[in-house]
């Protein structure tokens, strides 16, 4: 069974920073392409980043130069390092998986086949 797990939310004053952990098990890492979603209360799903196996990568206008997306094939692990977070960063994070090879990630929320269940991301001061 796949199975993602995202950890490392919280709360953060504005300006602050904070790094999301999704681990996996279930699959061959590698071999798949990986991405966030964030969701806020009555908006729709979004992303955030995605990453393809061979490490290109895609990110939202919105977070582009704050956030940065990387993989560790090793550990089976994909993270979202996010800093000089704003409150209208605040939203559910959720991590994603496809088990396809990109030469660049897919963006479409269709595309993906496995989700984590979310961690929530809260910027306020």
């Known amino acids: 069974q796949v199975q993602l797990v995202e950890s490392g939310g919280g709360w953060v004053q504005p300006g602050g920073s904070l790094r999301l952990s999704c681990a996996t098990s279930?699959?061959?890492?590698?071999?798949?392409?990986m991405a966030w979603y964030r969701q806020a209360p009555g908006n729709e799903r979004e992303l955030v980043a995605a990453?393809?196996?061979?490490?290109?990568?895609n990110y939202a206008d919105s977070v582009k130069g704050r956030f940065t997306i990387s993989r560790d094939n090793a550990k089976s692990t994909v993270y979202l390092q996010m800093n000089s977070l704003k409150p209208e960063d605040t939203a559910v994070y959720y991590c994603?998986?496809?088990?396809?090879?990109?030469?660049?990630?897919?963006?479409?929320?269709?595309?993906?086949?496995?989700w984590g269940r979310g961690t929530q991301v809260t910027v306020s001061s």
């Open positions: 994603a998986a496809v088990g396809a090879i990109y030469l660049n990630p897919t963006t479409s929320v269709d595309s993906y086949d496995y």
């Open positions: 279930g699959l061959i890492f590698a071999g798949y392409t």
């Open positions: 990453i393809a196996t061979g490490g290109s990568t």
